[in-house]
């Protein structure tokens, strides 16, 4: 004869058999490089900002400071200050201004996103360029502080009026 299991053994057994996998599931979260495992999540922001270009020979044309605002799509952050500075080549590709060794920052109530860009202006039209960049976020301060992500940002830069620019950016984390 089989010996005979209480219902109150039935039960113990049964809490048993469900709480042993859930603990070893909140384990492997727990691992370190478990979120690894996980899809990037994507990240994107618009900026609108002033262009201050200056001759500069060093970068093979200008030296460029921009100034603006910039508004997340909340992965990142909601609204935050745009200040980014780069070289514009207009020397090695005749036609194109080359934007080189681009840095980026967008400090925000949260902390300071810390990035950086290479891309192309394309005129298309009086006074246009079309520009297209790969970006990079590499850090910063506060929730942003050892942050990463790649990504293309385009705009339209109006080199007619400095103060009309805008560009769009988006990506994914952890590349």
Known sequence: MKP????RTCARW?????????????LVLALPGAASARPARSWSFHIDYTINPVPDVACGGFAQTDVGTAT?????????VWNSNECINIVTQPG???EDH???????RKGTLVGA????GTPTGVGHLRTA??????????????ITGCGN???DSNMLDTADNHLDASGRFGC
């Not at 997340?72 to 935050?80: A, D, E, I, V, Y």
């Not at 860009?117 to 192309?120: E, F, H, K, V």
């Not at 990079?136 to 502080?145: D, I, K, P």
């Open 4 to 7: 005979h299991l209480s219902a």
């Open 14 to 26: 049964v809490r048993l058999a469900v709480s042993v996998p859930l603990l070893a599931g909140l």
């Open 72 to 80: 997340g799509n909340g992965s990142l952050f909601r609204q935050g």
């Open 96 to 98: 194109v201004l080359q």
């Open 102 to 108: 681009g840095h980026f920052t967008i400090a925000t």
């Open 117 to 120: 860009y290479d891309g192309t």
């Open 133 to 146: 960049a790969t970006v990079r976020l590499t850090g910063g301060t506060g929730v942003f502080a050892g």
């Open 153 to 155: 940002a385009l705009g």
